[in-house]
T-cell receptor, first 114, second 114 residues
Framework: AQSVTQLGSHVSVSEGALVLLRCNYS??????LFWYVQYPNQGLQLLLK??????LVKGINGFEAEFKKSETSFHLTKPSAHMSDAAEYFC????????????FGQGTELSVKP | DTEVTQTPKHLVMGMTNKKSLKCEQH?????MYWYKQKAKKPPELMFV???????INESVPSRFSPECPNSSLLNLHLHALQPEDSALYLCASSQEQGSSYGYTFGSGTRLTVV
């Protein structure tokens, strides 16, 4: 079955530093890929999505992700972290053959130090 | 309107109570979803409705009963719940089931079963 692996359950960066959150998927056929952010006590907000158009995807709040088929990866980056970026980040996949389910990785909690 | 609205935001219920969670969207989306999220965990799919018909039931116990009265409204009826059912219940919608556009999530209902 299709799965998503997020490396690192917790990432801590300093304000202004590069943010890199890692996501790998398992599939021979590239699925639809998404990054969602969840702030405390809130729902999930879509940051960006890959749907086979461009491999470098730009999202909201300065985030972007690069789809690399050879590495089955879809890592999320932001050049300069802001305190307001502190949240839980989920990588998710919609496999072609599972009835449209959105399957989430385990999540990465991002902390930003002043 | 680009939102999914969930009510109530918080709910405390006893194990013998009957209550309902409500979800509404006016984006013309034809697929709607219920997810359950425990603390520090990713959301887990419970039900999928497509064009007002139940499409996926992820082997959810019968004490959870979904209902889709029309294309804009999704309910989750709760009866005889257990304390372990305490969680954040998230509703989501998408243009179609398995859409490449991603899901729009509501802010959730925080349920506590006592």
């Amino acid at each position: 079955a299709q799965s998503v692996t997020q490396l690192g359950s917790h990432v801590s960066v300093s304000e202004g530093a590069l943010v890199l959150l890692r996501c790998n998927y398992s599939s021979s056929v590239p699925p639809y890929l998404f990054w969602y952010v969840q702030y405390p006590n809130q729902g999930l907000q879509l940051l960006l999505k890959y749907t086979s158009a461009a491999t470098l995807v730009k999202g909201i709040n300065g985030f972007e992700a690069e789809f690399k088929k050879s590495e089955t990866s879809f890592h999320l980056t932001k050049p300069s972290a802001h305190m307001s970026d502190a949240a839980e980040y989920f990588c998710a996949v919609t496999p072609y053959n599972q009835g449209g389910k959105l399957i989430f990785g385990q999540g990465t909690e991002l902390s930003v130090k002043p | 309107d680009t939102e999914v609205t969930q009510t109530p935001k918080h709910l405390v219920m006893g194990m013998t109570n009957k209550k309902s969670l409500k979800c509404e969207q006016h984006m013309g989306h034809r697929a709607m979803y219920w997810y359950k999220q425990k603390a520090k965990k990713p959301p887990e799919l419970m039900f999928v409705y497509s064009y007002e018909k139940l499409s996926i039931n992820e082997s959810v116990p019968s004490r959870f009963s979904p209902e889709c009265p029309n294309s804009s409204l999704l309910n989750l009826h709760l009866h005889a719940l257990q304390p372990e059912d305490s969680a954040l219940y998230l509703c989501a919608s998408s243009q179609e089931q398995g859409s490449s556009y991603g899901y729009t999530f509501g802010s959730g209902t925080r349920l506590t079963v006592v």
